[in-house]
């Protein structure tokens, strides 16, 4: 099974960037193959690699329970057999990595479905690679319900505020509280002013007993490209977030550079 590495938090506080980089991160460093997951309705992770979204697992379910309304199917195959063949469908090919995109079911806004399928399709796809990276929706959704077997390395991303390390620590509770299998799981505090942590969060870090990976800066760089448009894994080397993230992955994937 691939090592498998998440990225959660709240909505905004950086985890689709963070994502991105390290699925660039992997892919440079020769860790590959990599299947990145966007598990976020919403899904944008494909914008921050730069790339286009052909099918989504949501469109997938959509097709699937319609042909079989209509008694559509095709005839020589069970509907998991189709279902499976379609998966596969829904797997494109980077550079160096391939990217399954959940993306929001039509209709009635039921998310079962969806979930089970991103389910079916992370346990499925798992052997096939080395590392996998999954960007989770901001409700923890996907972490309650159990869309992942198991996860190695979680990374909780938190606004620098009070509050965003408040929020942090309810990942920590809610992986206590559903018993999930998450082995390791460390801080990362995004977008943090020049003046660094203030004490106040600080202590909050400790008092929740989170552990602190590292810290990212304020960049201006990352909103511009950003709001350009502009693929974030094309950024300049020497921009302080891309170098700040990137040492974080350095001390906490080297050891398993030859998973
Ligand atoms: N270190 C940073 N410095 C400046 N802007 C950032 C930084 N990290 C993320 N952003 C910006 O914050 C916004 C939210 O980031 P995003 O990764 O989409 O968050 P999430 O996936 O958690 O919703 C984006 O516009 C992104 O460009
Ligand atoms: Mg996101």
């Avoid at 346990?123 to 929706?137: A, C, G, K, Q």
């Avoid at 992986?175 to 942590?197: A, F, W």
């Avoid at 106040?200 to 400790?206: F, G, L, P, R």
Wanted: glycine share 8%.
């Amino acid at each position: 099974m691939a090592y498998t590495i998440a990225v959660a938090g709240k909505g905004g506080t950086g985890k689709t960037t963070i994502a991105g980089f390290l699925v660039d991160y992997l892919v440079k460093n020769k860790m590959t193959p990599v299947l990145a997951v966007d598990a976020d309705p919403n899904a944008n992770l494909n914008q921050v690699l730069g790339m286009e979204v052909e099918t989504t697992l949501g469109e997938i379910r959509e097709e699937v329970s319609i042909k079989n309304r209509d008694g559509k199917l095709p005839g020589n195959m069970t509907k998991a057999e189709y279902i499976n063949l379609k998966l596969q469908q829904a797997v494109i090919e980077g550079r160096g990595f391939d990217l399954l995109v959940m993306g929001r079911p039509e209709g009635v806004g039921c998310y079962c479905f969806a979930n089970g399928l991103l389910k079916e399709a992370t346990d499925r796809l798992s052997d096939n690679y080395r590392f996998m990276v999954i960007d989770n929706e901001a409700g923890l959704e996907h972490l309650s319900r159990r869309t992942t077997k198991k996860v190695d390395l979680m990374f909780a991303v938190s606004e620098c505020s009070k509050r965003g390390i408040d929020a942090a620590a309810r990942v920590k509770e809610l992986i206590e509280e559903l018993h999930l299998d998450v082995k390791n799981l460390y801080l990362i505090v995004n977008r943090v002013p020049e003046s660094g942590l203030t004490d106040e969060i600080k202590k909050a870090i400790d008092g929740y007993g989170l552990e602190l990976a590292g810290t990212v800066p304020l960049d201006g760089k990352i909103f511009d490209y950003d709001n350009l448009g502009l693929p974030l894994v094309k950024i300049p080397e020497d921009t302080p977030a891309l170098k700040a993230v990137r040492s974080i992955f350095d001390s906490f994937l080297t050891a398993v550079k030859d998973y």
